[in-house]
């Protein structure tokens, strides 16, 4: 019953060296493999937890419907101020960027990457995007997975840098 609850740190006593002894010490190989397994799976899921948290790139994962099931801290800097609150659980049509809304949406519909530049805010942020869908072999898309790339200084920089030419000139 502990099992069933999630508790795999229970043993079963090994009382014979007949047929119940042996799966008794079957299952508690199975029980030191299941931990092992459970162990390596939540050392994996915090390592894939703290590269996206400290991304400087926003990412944002949507499932099938456009549901927002992840979205790491950098898109909260890049779209927080410009699309409002980006939250898990609510469309992705619903944060205020029809434009991001618009790329993700045709990516789930053709299930096929794109990468796009959007102009928000009235032109005043630039961004790159990446999406891919999620493709689970042999079934159609379950989701997709948007980078979002902050390239509005560089665009910045870039028309300094036309302007000075052009002076200089």
Do not use: W, Y
């Not at 099938?64 to 992705?92: K, M, W, Y």
């Amino acid at each position: 019953q502990a099992m069933a609850k999630g508790d795999f740190k229970q043993h079963v006593p090994i009382t014979s060296r007949d047929e119940i002894g042996q799966l008794a010490r079957n299952f508690n190989h199975l029980v030191v493999a299941l931990n092992e397994t459970i162990g390596a799976l939540k050392q994996e899921t915090n390592k894939t937890e703290n590269i996206l948290a400290n991304m400087s790139e926003g990412v944002i994962a949507v499932d099938h419907d456009g549901r927002i099931l992840f979205s790491n801290p950098a898109v909260e800097q890049t779209l927080g101020a410009i699309c409002g609150p980006i939250l898990e659980g609510t469309s992705i049509k619903s944060i205020g960027c029809p434009e991001l809304a618009h790329v993700m949406a045709q990516v789930l519909q053709h299930q096929e990457s794109q990468s796009n530049e959007l102009e928000l805010n009235d032109g005043k942020t630039s961004l790159i995007t990446h999406i891919a869908p999620i493709l689970p072999p042999g079934e159609p898309a379950s989701g997709a997975v948007v980078v979002l790339e902050d390239i509005t200084e560089l665009k910045q920089l870039e028309q300094l840098r036309r302007d000075f030419v052009a002076n200089v000139s």
